[in-house]
Nanobody
Framework: QVQLVESGGDLVQAGGSLRLSCAAS????????MAWYRQAPGNQRDLVAE???????DYADSVKDRFIISRDNAKNMVYLQMNSLKPEDTAVYYC???????????????WGQGTQVTVSS
């Protein structure tokens, strides 16, 4: 069984910074792409940033030049460094990963439980 566990969410003032972490654990043979999504109340869940197993990254336009996604393949972890936070960044942030649990098996998409980020003005 595979689990994704996020941490690092908090209440922060506008202009501040936070670093989110997500650890993948359990039966893992290989981790492909990892990503962060966010969902504000009443909104759909949107992609924030993603990173391939080779380190290629992509960002939503709203967070470019403010957020940085990174990963540690040896630890099966992904991070999101969030700088210059704005009130509109307030949301529950979810970790997402494409993981192959067993050798020669299929890849599956997994989600974490979410961590709350609140940015006050």
């Amino acid at each position: 069984q595979v689990q994704l566990v996020e941490s690092g969410g908090d209440l922060v003032q506008a202009g501040g910074s936070l670093r989110l972490s997500c650890a993948a654990s359990g039966n893992i043979f290989r981790v492909h792409a990892m990503a962060w999504y966010r969902q504000a109340p009443g909104n759909q869940r949107d992609l924030v940033a993603e990173i391939s197993s080779g380190g290629s990254t992509d960002y939503a336009d709203s967070v470019k030049d403010r957020f940085i996604i990174s990963r540690d393949n040896a630890k099966n972890m992904v991070y999101l460094q969030m700088n210059s936070l704005k009130p509109e960044d307030t949301a529950v942030y979810y970790c997402n990963a494409i993981i192959v649990p067993r050798r020669f098996g299929s890849a599956y998409q997994y989600w974490g439980q979410g961590t709350q980020v609140t940015v006050s003005s």
